[in-house]
């Protein structure tokens, strides 16, 4: 199909075709049909645009107040469909959304406009109670995926959810992070819920279950997910469906670093406090959940955490109770050691470190060993890396 040089008229610009309007269909979601012309050429301002492409009503009234009328183009059959939010454009099948050319972001910042119009609206003193307290309800630990987002998801305004997020919802005690926040959310702000919530077809999960080096620090971060893996291997391998293995993994994973804020001494030494203090409930209380970005619902997880305290204290105890003295001190709350046998002498452990190996690698395996050749050899173990461009001109992105 032939391509007649780009028209410019007043302020629309066209790409003129000799084909036939179902070929310049087919173009219409290409890169070119993409690029909002008004705005790349000359405009600092651009109305806010949704995740579909369509135009707030609002917004759609301000720009056509301040923009010129199109020229229309000669002859439609051999245009382009422009994405020109001003005038009237060709429906496409597809719902990729267009991509956004306001390189400094203008549209989010009239869109910010519009919210606070619209809070206002709703309730006038929605803002001065915002900036006054911040008394959050609910610490939220979930995952950095950008179709997770918490507030909406729980109904909840803002002001009401202290969020984490990161890949694939982890909770990891050398995350200083992650513990920073835990620590100010448990200490200071006193929140009675922490919800850690996974979602189904999550990237973090599914790059964990292949045998690919992601290159640290991602694969480091991973690798806590492969150790989900091997903790509950008996009951992944069973599963013969890969999606249904997928959305067990989730839920494991999510139930593991639930297990994980547990351990931790900011966990602990609260809950400690408010059961000494004989209060209402024993906080803050833990919530594994998991949402589904295909239905939009979030589900709780069905799990006995009192089961798993019991089995694991002996192991993870911070803390004890002193109950001979005065039950709302809190020098009361000792931290708790295991007996250590200082006499016994130092001895080599005999571990046969092949044998975990063996029984590990199809789990813990960034590298995939050349099995034609001497599988001894550590040069047989060629780590997995996408291909990489032969040259600098292959490697630009036009």
């Not at 032939?2 to 979601?29: C, I």
């Not at 803002?127 to 997770?148: N, Q, T």
């Not at 200083?176 to 973090?204: E, R, S, T």
């Not at 069905?302 to 993870?316: G, M, P, S």
């Amino acid at each position: 199909m032939k391509l007649s040089p780009l028209a410019v008229t007043g302020s629309t610009f066209l790409l003129l075709s000799t084909s036939s309007h179902n070929d310049v269909s087919a173009l219409s979601m290409g890169p070119i049909s993409r690029i909002r012309n008004k705005f790349r050429f000359g405009r600092t301002s651009m109305p806010p645009v949704n995740t579909l492409g369509e135009v707030p009503k609002a917004a759609a009234a301000a720009a056509t107040a301040t923009s010129p009328a199109p020229i229309p183009p000669a002859n439609k059959a051999n245009v382009i469909p422009s994405t020109n939010t001003n005038t009237k454009t060709t429906p496409t099948t597809s719902t990729t959304p267009p991509i956004r050319y306001d390189k400094d972001l203008n549209h989010i910042f009239r869109q910010n406009e519009l919210w606070v119009q619209a809070k206002k609206a709703k309730d006038p003193a929605f803002f001065e109670k915002l900036g006054s307290v911040h008394r959050p309800d609910y610490m939220w630990i979930g995952c950095a995926d950008a179709r997770v987002p918490a507030n909406e998801i729980m109904g909840e305004d803002a002001g009401q959810v202290f969020c984490v997020r990161n890949v694939a919802n982890l909770v990891v005690a050398t995350d200083f992070n992650l513990m920073a926040a835990l620590q100010y959310a448990v200490n200071v702000l006193k929140v009675p819920h922490i919800v850690v919530c996974g979602h189904y077809d999550c990237g973090g999960i599914r790059a964990s279950t292949e045998v690919r080096d992601h290159v640290p620090p991602l694969e480091n971060w991973l690798r806590n997910i492969r150790d989900v893996y091997r903790l509950h291997r008996v009951e992944l391998d069973l599963i013969t469906d890969s999606e249904m293995r997928h959305r067990r993994l989730v839920e494991l994973n999510v139930v593991e670093q639930c297990i994980n804020l547990f351990k931790t001494g900011a966990i602990q030494r609260r809950r400690l406090e408010t059961f000494k203090k004989e209060c209402r409930l024993t906080t803050p209380r833990i919530h594994a959940c998991v949402y589904d970005p295909a239905t939009g619902y979030m589900q709780r997880l069905e799990v006995d955490f009192k089961e798993y305290i019991d089995e694991l204290h002996d192991i993870y105890d911070l803390y004890q109770i002193d109950s001979d003295t005065d039950a709302d001190s809190i020098s009361n709350i000792k931290p708790h050691a295991p007996d250590m046998d200082t006499d016994a002498d130092s001895q080599r452990l005999e571990v046969d470190f092949k044998e975990y190996i063996d029984e590990l690698h199809d789990i813990i395996k960034p590298h995939a060993p050349d099995m034609d050749t001497d599988a001894d050899s550590i040069s047989n173990i060629k780590p997995h890396a996408p291909d990489i461009p032969a040259t600098v001109e292959q490697a630009k992105i036009t």
